[in-house]
């Protein structure tokens, strides 16, 4: 009994690691889009203004690259525990009713994360079998940039569940400078 635990307990860890090798993945992705977005814009610049040729590219590229950017970004900030967080509430209560409380919010927010990635991969999926393209000026199959969409939520969500079955108890962040 004691040899399935271990390797339970260690395929569980294995897991919890390749899911914050793939978020840190994605944060440096994220990095590399929003490197894109302020290049294509400085090209763009100059373009339009030095050489009065302006591009037509630029604006999609940009709104894709911002929408990648955004989910990709999304899993490595719930792992850290860097999303807004209101805790004007949690401050005030007992230590305990906090954790709780905490405790079922990040549960409720693993839920919503989820619902999320299952209506946003249905409508990725819808996407992909119609063929549907974008409709700026560079097309592209619009499944292409909206796959990011469920693999934010979906990853976002496993943190929040694996945050609230943790056995971290809730510290006040009062009188803490922001």
Not at 26 to 36: Q, R, S
Not at 146 to 164: C, D, E, H, K, T
Request: glycine residues 6%.
């Amino acid at each position: 009994m004691h040899q399935k635990d271990g390797s339970k307990n260690r395929l569980a860890s294995w897991l919890a690691a390749l899911h914050d090798g793939l978020s840190r993945l994605g944060f440096v992705l994220a990095g590399c889009c929003l490197a894109l977005i302020v290049c294509s814009y400085c090209y763009e610049v100059m373009a339009r203004y030095f050489f009065s040729a302006p591009t037509s590219w630029v604006s999609s590229l940009v709104a894709y690259m911002l929408c990648a950017m955004v989910f990709l970004a999304m899993p490595e900030l719930s792992r850290q525990r860097t999303h807004i967080f209101i805790s004007i509430v949690l401050d005030k209560m007992a230590p305990d009713g906090a954790t709780r409380l905490q405790r079922s919010t990040m549960a409720l927010s693993a839920l919503a994360c989820l619902m999320g990635a299952a209506f946003s991969f249905d409508a990725t999926w819808s996407q992909w079998q119609q063929n549907i393209l974008t409709v700026n000026e560079w097309r592209i199959p619009k499944w292409m940039l909206s796959i990011v969409i469920p693999y934010g939520l979906f990853s976002s969500s496993i943190y929040f569940l694996r945050q609230a079955l943790e056995g971290r108890p809730y510290r006040s962040t009062e009188g803490q400078q922001p």
